[in-house]
């Protein structure tokens, strides 16, 4: 809180913890199960920080909502700016059209504050192409500087109206009303949980109630009880970063141990006990360049695994977390203590050099945006042009034309129905791309695993004399598609066939780097937990319904290839089929025998 109130080392301190549980935790280290609530604990930090700087502004009449929005921007804006700059290159030489497409638009939404809303509309955190994104780390910024906007602006109105126990109560009400949807939302919408405000406010509110409640909290309480409650938090942090699993769907109520923890140093620590641990020079000087260590890492990271065609072990990763600390430092010193200082650096010098970098970010990240990651190695896809752009999204969508089509009365023996999600539209792209449909009436139903069936889907299995179910089976869905044989076997739907799953190895980037004669035959181990789950299914479902995709791809070495024989990629997103990808396993499913049907239309 430098210039509203003496520099408090211990705060720095517990910065650095933040961000080394955070930086060790993406890293893959075993043993810090609950390291990425190292960004939780900087939401309360911040909520503690802001909340004071606005409350005593506010009662000294000083306040002036521009001023701070100023700060914010010099704080905040360069470093990040600069960080998406040093990442487009790398980028560049190291992705895929569709990951460089992705990146761009992360580059958009990070610039605008807005990373979290994409990330929460097109993945997940803890997912494996998480791992991949240079820019997935932003999202927490996103959800500060939205609280800045909101915060400010309430905390003035409640100071004005009812003074700091008014604010106080508005963040108690708020952060409830928070943390009860925040309750609800992770176990209904996990990804809506993790990363947007309406379930992230309780913890910078706490921190901003901690804030307003530690004067009198310093003046009921003795020097020796302070610092057995600062060692409380510092311990409550340590362990929830040691124990609290991302199993748990956190945000929680479990978070509250490492929140109250931060809130208990940040109200009571001093230059004695759990303070003066924090306060040490090495994690002070840590603390100092923090904010520029969570930019670095991540993309750091997620380039050394975007290079390698296997998962990257947390001994490599962590070996660079020195390189990510030099870059940390690199940045604080040329970057953020420059923009920081109104001495070196006008309002309007930083204005104008934010609006010039917050354009050219934009501009490339939009460019990589419409031109589908500017359709570099298109030849390796189609070549066709019109599928590189956003080729694995759009190609995909395509089947749906055929969703909820109804059948023609009395060609029962004509009819298939497909049934399930995005595996299921890859199979109706291979029957199109192999021409294995003509002659047949094709009908999409896509409905999601183990969901109660709707009326109209069960009416149009009624009239189909074939149904594929595909999408997918492993342990926890195989019962619940043994309901739907028995059902569609009561049915007297004479062909049901139930498609395995599929999975194409670890990274395609780092396959696109090989050299050449090694890239077109290079074969991908699939992940283990595609082959756990096929493994499962073939044990579970009957051998005459049952295709097994990696049977038919494994050449006896327990891998599938990346190409077609004409270097053609099979899968941009090693999950669905491109259009070269879908004629090549096309050819191979349709030469099953539960697919022997097809060949003859009216049997």
Same mark, same amino acid.
């Given at each position: 809180?430098?210039? %509203?109130?003496?520099?408090?080392?211990?705060?720095?301190?517990?910065?650095?913890?933040?961000?080394?549980?955070?930086?060790?935790?993406?890293?893959?280290? =075993?043993?810090?199960?609950?390291?990425?609530?190292?960004?939780?604990?900087?939401?309360?930090?911040?909520?503690?920080?802001?909340?004071?700087?606005?409350? /005593?502004?506010?009662? %000294?009449?000083? #306040?002036?909502?521009?001023?701070?929005?100023?700060?914010?921007?010099?704080?905040?804006?360069?470093?990040?700016?600069?960080?998406?700059?040093?990442?487009?290159?790398?980028?560049?030489?190291?992705?895929?059209?569709?990951?460089?497409?992705?990146?761009?638009?992360?580059?958009?939404?990070?610039?605008?504050?807005?990373?979290?809303?994409?990330?929460?509309?097109?993945?997940?955190?803890?997912? +494996?192409?998480?791992?991949?994104?240079?820019?997935?780390?932003?999202?927490?910024?996103?959800?500060?500087?939205?609280?800045?906007?909101?915060?400010?602006?309430?905390?003035?109105?409640?100071?004005?109206?009812?003074?700091?126990?008014?604010?106080?109560?508005?963040?108690?009400?708020?952060?409830?009303?928070?943390?009860?949807?925040?309750?609800?939302?992770?176990?209904?919408?996990?990804?809506?949980?993790?990363?947007?405000?309406?379930?992230?406010?309780?913890?910078? &509110?706490? &921190?901003?109630?901690?804030?307003?409640?530690? =004067?009198?909290? +310093?003046? /009921?309480?003795?020097?020796?009880?302070?610092? &057995?409650?600062?060692?409380?938090?510092?311990?409550?942090?340590?362990?929830?970063?040691?124990?609290?699993?991302?199993?748990?769907?956190? =945000?929680?109520?479990?978070?509250?141990?490492?929140?109250? &923890?931060?809130? +208990?140093?940040?109200?009571?620590?001093?230059?004695?006990?759990?303070?003066?641990?924090?306060?040490?020079?090495? $994690?002070?000087?840590?603390?100092?360049?923090?904010?520029? !260590?969570?930019?670095?890492?991540?993309?750091?990271?997620?380039?050394?695994?975007?290079?390698?065609?296997?998962?990257?072990?947390?001994?490599?990763? *962590?070996?660079?977390?020195?390189?990510?600390?030099?870059?940390?430092?690199?940045?604080?010193?040329?970057?953020?203590?420059?923009?920081?200082? !109104?001495?070196?650096?006008?309002?309007?010098?930083?204005?104008?050099?934010?609006?010039?970098?917050?354009?050219?970010?934009?501009?490339?990240?939009?460019?990589?945006?419409?031109?589908?990651?500017?359709?570099?190695? *298109?030849?390796?896809?189609?070549?066709?042009?019109?599928?590189?752009?956003?080729?694995?999204?759009?190609?995909?969508?395509?089947?749906?034309?055929?969703?909820?089509? !109804?059948?023609?009365?009395?060609?029962?023996?004509?009819?298939?129905?497909?049934?399930?999600?995005?595996?299921?539209?890859?199979?109706?792209? $291979?029957?199109?791309?192999?021409?294995?449909?003509?002659?047949?009436?094709?009908?999409?139903? =896509?409905?999601? %695993?183990?969901?109660?069936?709707?009326?109209?889907?069960?009416?149009?299995?009624?009239?189909?004399?074939?149904?594929?179910?595909?999408?997918?089976?492993?342990?926890?869905?195989?019962?619940?598609?043994?309901?739907?044989?028995?059902?569609?076997?009561?049915?007297?739907?004479?062909?049901?066939?139930?498609?395995?799953?599929?999975?194409?190895?670890?990274?395609?980037?780092?396959?696109?780097?090989?050299?050449?004669?090694?890239?077109?035959?290079? /074969?991908?181990?699939?992940?283990?937990?595609?082959?756990?789950?096929?493994?499962?299914?073939?044990?579970?479902?009957?051998?005459?319904?049952?295709?097994?995709?990696?049977? +038919?791809? %494994?050449?006896?070495?327990?891998?599938?290839?990346? #190409?077609?024989?004409?270097?053609?990629l099979i899968s941009q997103d090693r999950k669905h089929l491109t259009r070269a990808g879908a004629r090549y396993l096309g050819d191979k499913v349709f030469a099953q025998p539960q697919f022997s049907w097809l060949a003859k239309p009216g049997t």
């Amino acid at each position: 809180m430098h210039g %509203d109130e003496a520099y408090r080392p211990e705060i720095d301190g517990l910065r650095a913890i933040a961000v080394l549980a955070a930086m060790l935790f993406h890293a893959g280290v =075993p043993w810090l199960a609950g390291g990425y609530l190292g960004v939780d604990v900087f939401f309360a930090i911040s909520g503690f920080l802001i909340t004071g700087i606005v409350v /005593r502004g506010c009662e %000294d009449g000083r #306040f002036e909502l521009g001023h701070f929005y100023m700060r914010r921007i010099r704080r905040i804006l360069p470093a990040l700016l600069v960080m998406c700059l040093v990442t487009l290159p790398f980028a560049w030489a190291l992705m895929i059209p569709e990951d460089l497409e992705n990146y761009g638009q992360s580059l958009v939404a990070t610039a605008v504050s807005l990373n979290n809303v994409l990330l929460w509309l097109t993945s997940g955190y803890f997912k +494996l192409e998480a791992l991949f994104k240079p820019l997935l780390h932003t999202w927490s910024l996103g959800v500060e500087e939205q609280y800045y906007v909101v915060v400010p602006l309430l905390l003035m109105l409640s100071v004005r109206w009812w003074g700091p126990r008014g604010a106080f109560a508005v963040l108690a009400a708020a952060g409830a009303l928070s943390l009860g949807i925040c309750e609800y939302l992770r176990w209904t919408y996990q990804e809506a949980n993790f990363f947007l405000l309406p379930s992230r406010f309780w913890e910078l &509110g706490l &921190g901003g109630m901690a804030a307003l409640a530690r =004067p009198a909290l +310093l003046a /009921r309480t003795g020097p020796r009880l302070r610092r &057995g409650l600062a060692a409380t938090g510092l311990a409550a942090v340590l362990t929830g970063l040691i124990c609290l699993s991302s199993d748990l769907n956190l =945000p929680g109520w479990e978070t509250l141990m490492p929140i109250s &923890g931060t809130c +208990l140093v940040l109200t009571f620590a001093d230059r004695r006990g759990a303070g003066r641990l924090l306060a040490a020079r090495p $994690m002070v000087g840590l603390g100092l360049i923090s904010y520029s !260590a969570y930019l670095y890492h991540a993309p750091v990271f997620a380039f050394v695994r975007i290079a390698r065609l296997e998962p990257a072990p947390p001994a490599l990763l *962590a070996s660079t977390i020195p390189l990510c600390l030099l870059l940390a430092w690199l940045s604080w010193r040329f970057v953020e203590l420059p923009f920081r200082d !109104a001495a070196r650096t006008s309002n309007r010098q930083v204005l104008r050099l934010c609006a010039g970098l917050l354009a050219l970010v934009v501009a490339c990240g939009m460019l990589l945006h419409v031109t589908g990651g500017l359709r570099a190695w *298109a030849g390796y896809m189609d070549g066709d042009k019109a599928m590189t752009l956003r080729l694995t999204e759009s190609y995909n969508k395509d089947p749906m034309r055929f969703a909820g089509r !109804a059948f023609a009365a009395g060609e029962r023996r004509r009819n298939l129905l497909v049934l399930g999600n995005s595996f299921a539209r890859d199979f109706i792209n $291979m029957g199109q791309e192999t021409g294995a449909f003509a002659g047949i009436n094709l009908s999409y139903a =896509p409905v999601q %695993d183990c969901e109660p069936l709707p009326a109209d889907v069960i009416a149009r299995m009624r009239e189909a004399g074939a149904v594929v179910i595909g999408s997918g089976v492993s342990a926890a869905n195989a019962p619940c598609v043994l309901e739907q044989i028995a059902m569609l076997e009561a049915l007297q739907v004479r062909h049901i066939v139930v498609l395995g799953s599929k999975q194409f190895g670890y990274n395609n980037n780092a396959v696109m780097l090989l050299p050449e004669p090694q890239r077109y035959g290079f /074969r991908a181990k699939p992940l283990a937990d595609a082959t756990k789950a096929n493994a499962a299914a073939r044990a579970m479902i009957p051998a005459r319904y049952y295709v097994d995709l990696f049977a +038919l791809l %494994d050449n006896g070495t327990g891998t599938v290839p990346v #190409f077609t024989p004409e270097r053609k990629l099979i899968s941009q997103d090693r999950k669905h089929l491109t259009r070269a990808g879908a004629r090549y396993l096309g050819d191979k499913v349709f030469a099953q025998p539960q697919f022997s049907w097809l060949a003859k239309p009216g049997t």
